[in-house]
């Protein structure tokens, strides 16, 4: 059973970026999608894009595309989301998650106030 | 990208009640489709995956059925900690995509 841990959580100004990372324990990312997922305030799960570590390969939400990148570091069995040109309505809980195992990491809260 | 669709975007209903809930993907996705079920400042719980599968630890009054567009969540009989958000979400794609919510509440 893979345990998802997230970095904690962000204040951000606008324009600026954010970088959020999830660190696994029990097993390895390697193999597996890594997914991250916000949910703005009152809002639904938006899916915004995910990795394969042991390929490198990436894909992103059409929404996200030039302002996320999502990477990994096997060697520390650790994630990362950065989301750049922050604005207000990227005020969000941010989650990382292994869609296929249903294992979620706990969410990092991102606000985004001059 | 695959467009899910939910309904209703909220219901109300009682203890004890048999629930549905449907979700329509904009083309089709075979079986590849998870639900889950959130409550207020908590991650998502995967309950179904594979459209008709039972996630481990997950009650057996939870069932989905469906294939190619159309799926559905069923409650058989509600009980009181039900009461919650459920999402569909697609992983037939590279890029996985939600429902928009159905919100569960107490009549």
């Known amino acids: 059973q893979v345990h998802l841990v997230q970095s904690g959580a962000e204040v951000k100004k606008p324009g600026s970026s954010v970088k959020v990372s999830c660190k696994a324990s029990?097993?390895?990312?390697?193999?597996?999608?890594i997914s991250w997922v916000r949910q703005a305030p009152g809002q639904g799960l938006e899916w915004m894009g995910g990795?394969?570590?042991?390929?490198?390969?990436?894909n992103y939400a059409e929404k996200f595309k030039g302002r996320v990148t999502i990477t990994a570091d096997e060697s520390t069995n650790t994630a990362f989301m950065e989301l750049s040109s922050l604005t207000f309505e990227d005020t969000a809980v941010y989650y990382c998650?292994?869609?296929?195992?249903?294992?979620w990491g706990q969410g990092t809260r991102v606000t985004v106030s001059s | 990208d695959i467009q899910m669709t939910q309904s209703p975007s909220s219901l109300s209903a009682s203890v004890g009640d048999r629930v549905t809930i449907t979700c329509r993907a904009s083309?089709?996705?075979?079986?590849?489709l998870n639900w889950y079920q959130q409550k207020p400042d908590k991650a998502p719980t995967l309950l179904i995956y594979?459209?008709?599968s039972l996630q481990g630890g997950v009650p057996s009054r939870f069932s989905g059925s469906g294939s190619g567009t159309d799926f559905t969540l069923t409650i058989s009989s509600l009980q009181p900690e039900d009461f919650a958000t459920y999402y569909c979400?697609?992983?037939?794609?590279?890029?996985?995509?939600f429902g928009q919510g159905t919100k569960l509440e107490i009549k």
């Open positions: 979400q697609q992983t037939y794609s590279d890029i996985y995509t």
């Open positions: 029990g097993g390895s990312i390697s193999n597996h999608v």
């Open positions: 990795i394969t570590p042991i390929f490198g390969s990436t």
């Open positions: 083309q089709s996705i075979g079986s590849y």
């Open positions: 998650a292994i869609i296929v195992f249903g294992n």
């Open positions: 594979a459209a008709s």
